[in-house]
């Protein structure tokens, strides 16, 4: 719980740092936009103020120039002054506003005086434009550009707010006094020119590599700025060819040629400064926007994140507590268990127990006869609790298998329904038997087991039938399958319950138990089987109808030969000779009359080394060898004896292990020294024939 | 506190005639004791290989003949020589001699 709050909140805490991130970036991005526009706007200004500055000196200093490019220039100032005056105002930005007003004033008071020297003039238009450039300033220092920007867009931003101004106002200096001075004629105005020449080409040089090393850092081909540098060489060679070949015509005589031509100049690196100015507003929207979209992303992809681990955490917690109760409930079951257990198991050994010592202390035959039968029950029902719970467990583990072998269905089926008679007639219940017509009388599969699930299925139908009731067996085929069906007329279940009685540990409930005694396991161990035969047991019930458990086998019909395999065994022989290796007398007499009498002749070896020398001096069918001998085993002869015979050319003869030792180790053994098989001690004659009828001819009478 | 065996299980089990099964118990009596004579031997040499053969093989032909509780000590004598345990076998020698003793066929 405590975790998926943590969790929680620590996400929460990154989802609203993004996103006010992004509202700081937006803020951020609108803010910078309006302060480049009003430096740009700024900017642009100045050069208006600029050619009043230049005009006017040319004015003052010439006065046959003519006064009404000042005046042009000066309604073209105010028209752009109260233009700047009207955006501010729309912009809200009181700050901006006011300044603007300050320089408005300033700009009106140099126009009207009159008596003031050309100088003074130019210095006061120089004081009002020095004034711009630190506003600009101020405005370009609150503007913060974002870590990750990339390099052009810095580079780009630096040029324009700090560079370019800086050249336009020298040039823009240089070519009012210059102008002056050729208007006044003075003697310094070739000097002015040289030294307009030489800023020039500084500028051009410093601008080029500015603006090459943007262009380096932009990895797209900008067209604009190629063209941008171009134009801007182009003009520069354009005025500095003009300045070296007129120098000593045009230019030094009028100054308002000089002006005209500065001007274009100076109004290209004003044309680049607007251009590379849009090249910035567009950097810069587009920073802007792939930002926006990287913070939409990001917190569209926190948010999911959050959602996600907070359906998984959701989901483990269910789960774990699930699990938790599931465990916790199997535990009460089984501690239940166990104590029914200890109870069921107690009784039985009690009883054993008390009636053995009651029977060393009685002499009295009745008695005995009556305790001794009491002894005899119980240990029977304690052997079938112990191998309810030994199954169980097997099953458990699942090393439980099935054996199939051929059997007579209906005689067994017959057999049960007898044992369980008695049980029966105890509470004069009726319990029969009904086999269909169609069902097969002999077949193939695990007649044990099959009988522990109906003898289980019976006596739970007795269990639970009060007295008079009905109890039947009933086998028949339904389409190709075999159904057995037990059906009583007894209490019944009811349907909540069903699902609780196949599993362990529980019967219909706790009080069931009580009456009626038993471990809880028999229907587990019932299903269990059932579904190890590959079937489904069923269960149709209610409360207080009776109940009937049936399942469907796919089952193998066979014929009766195997019943005849018993029979026919006895009236068999063989013929042939047959040596017997073996060191125990008793032993040996039994292996000789066996043989003998079906018609064998027998040769006696008492250990290995004898078995060697008789088989190389006489020959025999076959062989049967002891394992556990003195002087030389059973394993050592084996071998000696057949490199010998294949020493020898002559043909082997079959060596039979004669063993107590069934465990596959000892079986691998004995194939590896070259036995051919084994008979287990004590033998059964029917795996002593199985032998006798590979290696020998048969004779049948 | 004899044991009884009948002779007819024996005969039936092994499908003797009665002749050959009382001869065969004749045999048994004779190589028991024979048997018991070697394991006496073998434990006073602590030859517990030998201990175990003779069990092994006294344990079999008892069990044929249904004299289950001889072959049940020979188990518990064959075991325990296997292991190289130390083991009271003089007790079990004189045992299973008081059993061949006290076993009547009837």
Do not use: W
């Given at each position: ?568 065994l006895?009236?068999r022989t063989y013929e042939g000779n047959v040596l017997v290796v073996e060191d125990n007398l008793a032993n040996q007499f039994l292996m000789q009359t066996t043989l003998e009498e079906l018609n064998l002749t027998v040769g006696i070896a008492n250990d290995g080394i004898e078995a060697v020398e008789i088989i190389k001096q006489n020959s025999f069918d076959l062989i049967f060898m002891d394992e556990n001998m003195p002087n030389l085993n059973g394993i050592e002869a084996t071998k000696q004896i057949i490199a010998y015979q294949q020493e020898n050319?002559i043909k082997e003869t079959p060596i039979i292990a004669l063993t107590a030792n069934a465990k596959k180790e000892a079986q691998e053994r004995f194939f590896r020294a070259g036995m051919k098989e084994y008979l287990a001690k004590p033998f059964e004659h029917k795996a002593l024939h199985a032998i006798l009828k590979n290696y020998l001819k048969?004779?049948?009478? | 506190?004899?044991h009884?065996i009948k002779l007819d299980d024996i005969a039936t089990r092994l499908r003797f005639s009665p002749e050959n099964t009382k001869k065969l118990l004749e045999i048994f009596y004779t190589s028991s004791k024979t048997i018991l004579e070697h394991i006496t031997e073998a434990t006073k040499n602590n030859d517990f290989e030998s201990i175990h053969r003779n069990a092994h093989s006294l344990k079999g032909s008892a069990s044929n003949l249904l004299f289950t509780h001889i072959s049940d000590i020979a188990k518990e004598m064959e075991e325990a020589a296997s292991k190289q345990e130390k083991r009271a076998y003089k007790e079990d020698v004189a045992r299973i001699e008081s059993l061949l003793k006290n076993t009547e066929i009837?």
């Open positions: 719980m405590i975790g998926i709050v943590f969790v929680s909140f620590s996400i929460y805490q990154i989802v609203s740092d993004s996103f006010f991130k992004l509202v700081d970036l937006n803020s951020n991005y609108t803010q910078q936009y309006k302060s480049l526009k009003n430096i740009q706007t700024l900017q642009n200004f100045i050069i208006h103020i600029q050619k009043m500055r230049g005009l006017t000196n040319i004015y003052l200093n010439n006065r046959s120039f003519d006064f009404e490019f000042i005046q042009v220039q000066q309604v073209r100032l105010d028209e752009e002054l109260n233009r700047i005056l009207f955006v501010q105002k729309l912009n809200n930005d009181y700050y901006l506003e006011n300044q603007v007003r300050i320089i408005a004033k300033e700009l009106k008071k140099i126009a009207k005086l009159d008596g003031e020297a050309a100088s003074t003039k130019f210095y006061n238009y120089t004081i009002v434009i020095d004034r711009i450039i630190s506003l600009i300033n101020t405005i370009s220092n609150n503007i913060y550009l974002e870590k990750d920007t990339p390099k052009a867009t810095k580079l780009l931003f630096e040029l324009l707010l700090n560079e370019l101004p800086f050249i336009i106002e020298n040039l823009g200096n240089a070519r009012g006094i210059t102008a002056g001075n050729i208007a006044q004629n003075a003697k310094e105005k070739n000097q002015n020119i040289s030294l307009f020449k030489k800023l020039i080409l500084q500028d051009i040089k410093k601008v080029n590599l500015k603006l090459s090393a943007i262009y380096r850092s932009k990895k797209s081909d900008d067209m604009e700025l190629k063209k941008s540098i171009a134009d801007l060489e182009e003009i520069s060679h354009e005025y500095l060819s003009l300045l070296n070949t007129q120098q000593k015509r045009d230019i030094h005589n009028s100054s308002f040629t000089f002006y005209q031509y500065s001007t274009k100049l100076i109004d290209q690196y004003n044309t680049i400064y607007n251009n590379l100015f849009l090249m910035l507003n567009k950097n810069l929207t587009d920073y802007y926007d792939r930002k926006r979209v990287e913070f939409k992303i990001k917190i569209a992809t926190e948010i999911v994140v959050f959602i996600l681990t907070l359906i998984l955490f959701i989901y483990f917690y269910t789960t774990s507590l699930k699990y938790v109760n599931r465990i916790k409930k199997a535990e009460k079951a089984k501690s239940n268990f166990l104590s029914n257990m200890s109870h069921e198991i107690r009784t039985p050994l009690n009883a054993i127990i008390g009636f053995i010592k009651l029977l060393q202390n009685t002499q009295e035959k009745e008695k005995r006869e009556h305790y001794l039968a009491i002894v005899d029950t119980s240990s029977k029902q304690l052997l079938s609790i112990v191998n309810d719970i030994l199954d169980f467990s097997k099953m458990e583990e699942k090393k439980l298998r099935l054996e199939m072998a051929p059997f007579n269905l209906k005689k067994e089926m017959k057999l049960l329904q007898e044992l369980f008679d008695a049980n029966a007639k105890e509470k004069e219940i009726k319990l029969q038997l009904e086999i269909a017509n169609d069902v097969p009388e002999h077949v193939i599969s695990d007649q044990y087991r099959l009988k522990q699930i109906i003898s289980n299925l019976l006596s739970n139908a007795i269990k639970f039938t009060p007295k008079g009731g009905n109890v039947t067996l009933k086998l028949h085929m339904r389409k190709k399958l075999l159904q057995i069906c037990v059906q009583d007329t007894g209490i019944g279940i009811a349907k909540e319950k069903q699902d609780l009685i196949f599993k362990t540990f529980s019967q219909a409930d706790e009080t069931t138990t009580r009456k009626y005694g038993g471990t809880g396991l028999g229907l587990a161990i019932c299903n269990n089987l059932v579904t190890l035969f590959g079937s489904k047991l069923k269960l149709k019930s209610s409360d207080n109808e009776g109940s009937k458990f049936y399942f469907n086998l796919s089952i193998k019909a066979c014929d009766e030969s195997f019943e005849l395999e018993e029979e026919s006895d009236n050319n048969t004779k049948e009478t | 506190m004899g009884s009837v």
